[in-house]
């Protein structure tokens, strides 16, 4: 008789983020729930754009006014949120 092993899938940790703070212009320093940190830098991101309710966050008192919600990062009840991934590697574009 020949045993068939039972392939194990297993589901991704989501990641969440537990503090994020203001450090520089446009540049935030994300804690995330796992222990990792990094800096991101949104300043490309958003000079790039050329959608005007995105570029309206080259505003600094508007892009400071973030909030952690649920271990999600946004603006202004969502109106500019980035994907989990992006924001752990570091990479928004």
């Given amino acids: 008789m020949i045993a068939i092993e039972e392939k194990k899938t297993r589901t991704p940790k989501v990641?969440?983020?537990?503090?994020?703070?203001f450090v520089a212009p446009y540049k935030l320093h994300l804690q995330f729930d796992d222990g990792h940190k990094n800096?991101?830098?949104?300043?490309?991101?958003?000079k790039n754009s050329?959608?005007?309710s995105i570029r309206a966050y080259l505003d600094l008192k508007r892009f400071k006014n973030f909030?952690?919600?649920?271990?999600?990062?946004?603006?202004n009840d969502f109106d500019l949120v980035f994907p989990m991934a992006d924001?752990?590697?570091?990479?928004?574009?």
Avoid: C, M, N
């Fill in 39 to 46: 800096t991101v830098d949104f300043g490309s991101f958003l």
């Fill in 50 to 52: 050329e959608h005007p």
């Fill in 15 to 21: 990641v969440q983020i537990e503090s994020a703070r």
């Fill in 67 to 75: 909030t952690v919600e649920d271990g999600v990062l946004h603006w």
């Fill in 87 to 93: 924001l752990y590697e570091g990479k928004i574009s």
